[in-house]
């Protein structure tokens, strides 16, 4: 190499990579079992998990700025992998988020993963023999994941795509996107929306101040409630539904195919209207107080459809 | 029989605990079998009969024999079953969340059918012994069990269908 | 699969009684206060039906929250509803997190808004028994209150574990 080039690579590597803002770097491959239960524990930073076809575990990228090494362990079936950092008295090693790991683990398709970090992002990608993603302040993303599946922020999005199986999302203050799931699928929000398209046949949905909006296809049995929040729900290609659904004063908007079959029994107890167009039963209005009540069943009652508000509206209609 | 069971009622609601006891006697099976139906362990059934009784004997004096002794027996038992019932879905409730647990009864010298009730899930179980057993109605199991007379319905059909499959499979 | 008309067979009969693995009497005996007064005797039954409706149609919440009745051994006690051991169970459990929380010496990040959040549960669940006073018996809401409470405790508790590792 000529003096002028050989400076010139020099100054690239310079610009590249300057030393002082990444952690250590981290390139540790082994092989596990193709049923291997995975447990990675990372504080800070971004994590992302993919399932390959082969049976090893890797772990590869930069390490936390502040982190004092890692543990590696695998025994009978277990591998546990913890990026270690130091005990503080000061509450914290800063939320900076440039600041923590940049990670990217390969798990073999048949494992079993848990996921803990707190100032961390995570996503998970193909994962089939369970996984469970954990973050306080951070977004998860998960996709294409099978078996049981619990993802679960505290400040965060939770991101979730054509999952199958037994889902699990909850956060307290954040979205919850989640698409093309199918299996059984429960949603927990506090502050946020859930915005829902999904397959699953049983899908429970909670949310405290927020909306809900959900699109479900074949779904049998439906579970949501709300405080404050309205909640639609779409559901098709469902004769029977068995749906339950209870808010204190936001509005309930469920629309049906319009050859249900079911019992419906519908009740605002406090100035709540309902607007029924699926079917030409109007609601009754106690004599004194502000109640309304509407029951009725249509095709052989198979299914059973129960609203319940204090002062929200319910409104019941056909796709 | 009659006769006697009308003198045991009026000793009784006078205090004579040797006619109450004959009166116990009688229908302590009865009691039990909407106990151990309703509750699916041993335990609680026989806590739930022993309570039925104490407030049969407590309310005696205020019953004025406009039913029958024995259908005023039977809706005190039933609901003595059915508060018990109501507190362990509570108890569940708060402290797990999985409400469909229930006491397992080894029950290998009853019929299939009695087996088979006691395995069914907790208010399906309730329901179907209330409606097709106790001969209450859909509205009055809702308002005992504390639900929409649309679910006592659904789980009612869906108590039947579990039964129909299981004494099949046997 | 029976039929159904199998079944209804098979349903008419069962037996009509079952008998007890155990005798029950000795206990049950113990129980039975002796008749006194005639006046006296219809009183205490009055007192014990007063017990089984409290105990089992809770149609108000007790507005004094220690509503009183006298059971047959003479002895008084609280009216409970099916609500009030949940929120018994519920506050015994908050209030050992509670404790926790205090204990702790700095609040890790991602919870610095921990009261306020803990304050939009209490508003919510405050919420819900306004709605209960409506609706007594509606299970739903019973069960929203629940889940209110348990996500509460979830939020705690992973704050304080969170304290731990940092």
Known sequence: MTPSIKLTVLMLALLQAPAWAAGEAIDQSRDVTATEKIEIENMRGEVRIIAVKANKFSVKGTLDEKAEGYDLVSENGVTR???KMPRTLYGGWGSDKNEGSDLTIEVPFGSEVKFSGVNANVSATGIEGGTRLNTVNGAVRAEKLKGDIALETVNGQIDSRDNNGRLHLTTVNGEINDQGSAGSLELESVNGEISVASAATDVEMSVVNGEG???????????????NGEISAAVKNSKKPRISASSVSGASRLSLDADVSARFELEASAG???????TADKAS???YGPRRHLEFTTGSGDGNIEISTVSGDIELKKH | MQQQLETWVHQAKKGDQ??????????KGRVYAICLRLLADRGQAEDATQEAFVRAWQQLPGFRGDSSFSTWLHSISSRTAVDIWRKNKVMRLVVDEEPEEQGYVDAPEMPQLEQAILRLPSQARAVFVLFALEGYQHNEIAEMLGIAEGSSKAQYHRARQLLRS???EN | MKTEQQLDAMISQLAPAIEPQRDLWPELSARLEPRQRRGYGSWMGVAAAAVLTFWFWPQQLPTAPQDVVTNAQGQSMPAVSLLDVSRQLGLQLEQEQTRQLKALQQIPDGFTDWAQQIAIWNKAQAQ???????QPDNQKLIQQLQRLQQQQLSYIAKLVETSELT
């Open chain 1, 81 to 83: 992998f913890q990026v």
């Open chain 1, 213 to 227: 909006r959900l699109e479900l296809t074949g779904t049998e049995r439906l579970e949501f409630s709300s405080v």
């Open chain 1, 272 to 278: 709540g209207d309902i607007g029924n167009s699926l």
């Open chain 1, 285 to 287: 209005r106690d004599k």
């Open chain 2, 18 to 27: 040797q006619a109450f006891y004959q009166l116990y006697h009688q229908f």
């Open chain 2, 166 to 168: 299981w004494v099949d």
């Open chain 3, 128 to 134: 819900i028994e306004l709605a209960l006073q409506f």
